[in-house]
T-cell receptor, first 114, second 115 residues
Framework: DVKVTQSSRYLVKRTGEKVFLECVQD?????MFWYRQDPGLGLRLIYF???????EKGDIPEGYSVSREKKERFSLILESASTNQTSMYLCASSQSGISYNEQFFGPGTRLTVL | AQKVTQAQTEISVVEKEDVTLDCVYE???????LFWYKQPPSGELVFLIRRNSFDEQNEISGRYSWNFQKSTSSFNFTITASQVVDSAVYFCALSLSYNTDKLIFGTGTRLQVFP
């Protein structure tokens, strides 16, 4: 059974804290994604990685950074959390180089910044 | 610009009713791919279907069917004889031929099926 796992389902942090969200996939996928999901806005891409140590900005990268040191792991970092980063964060992975490229999603991390 | 519009924010139906979720997309590309995902209350998006722009055949899978019409840039999703387990948020998404790794999502439609 293929899996994308995220380190926490719920997380509460304080303004100014450094926050790490971890994502691991076991499908040997090249591509990994971090999305943010907010009511009425759907899923918005924060960052995308197509290989180890490679990353590309998505639509809303401001206030976030990412790290991909191993193929199976993709971390999202909030350097200094702010209340407007309270949201649901979804990680996904997909295989590269195939036209029909479905993404597999993790269960999400609901982050609250107080 | 590429865009996916799901105008229906929320739909409520009673079990056994049929329901159609609308999806309208915008792209100037001639080659593209369309997807539907389901997000149940557990939170994890589940892939339902993909369709490429050259295949306008409608598809049926059990109680689910999809109607792809290039003339109206629509890729609508119908659930026949809805069930409570169909309650979820449904997302339509678009990917482009030159960048098939990325998905452009619509804002989602929340479907509530009442017993």
């Amino acid at each position: 059974d293929v899996k994308v796992t995220q380190s926490s389902r719920y997380l509460v942090k304080r303004t100014g804290e450094k926050v790490f969200l971890e994502c691991v996939q076991d499908m040997d996928h090249e591509n990994m994604f971090w999305y943010r999901q907010d009511p009425g806005l759907g899923l918005r891409l924060i960052y995308f990685s197509y290989d180890v140590k490679m990353k590309e900005k998505g639509d809303i990268p401001e206030g976030y950074s990412v790290s991909r040191e191993k193929k199976e792991r993709f971390s999202l970092i909030l350097e200094s959390a702010s209340t407007n980063q309270t949201s649901m964060y979804l990680c996904a992975s997909s295989q590269s180089g195939i036209s029909y490229n479905e993404q597999f999603f993790g269960p999400g991390t609901r982050l609250t910044v107080l | 610009a590429q865009k996916v519009t799901q105008a229906q924010t929320e739909i409520s139906v009673v079990e056994k009713e049929d329901v159609t979720l609308d999806c309208v997309y915008e792209t100037r590309d001639t080659t593209y791919y369309l997807f539907w995902y389901k997000q149940p209350p557990s939170g994890e998006l589940v892939f339902l279907i993909r369709r490429n722009s050259f295949d306008e055949q409608n598809e049926i899978s059990g109680r689910y069917s999809w109607n792809f019409q290039k003339s109206t840039s629509s890729f609508n999703f119908t659930i026949t004889a809805s069930q409570v387990v169909d309650s979820a948020v449904y997302f339509c998404a678009l990917s482009l031929s030159y960048n098939t790794d990325k998905l452009i999502f619509g804002t989602g439609t929340r479907l509530q099926v009442f017993p």
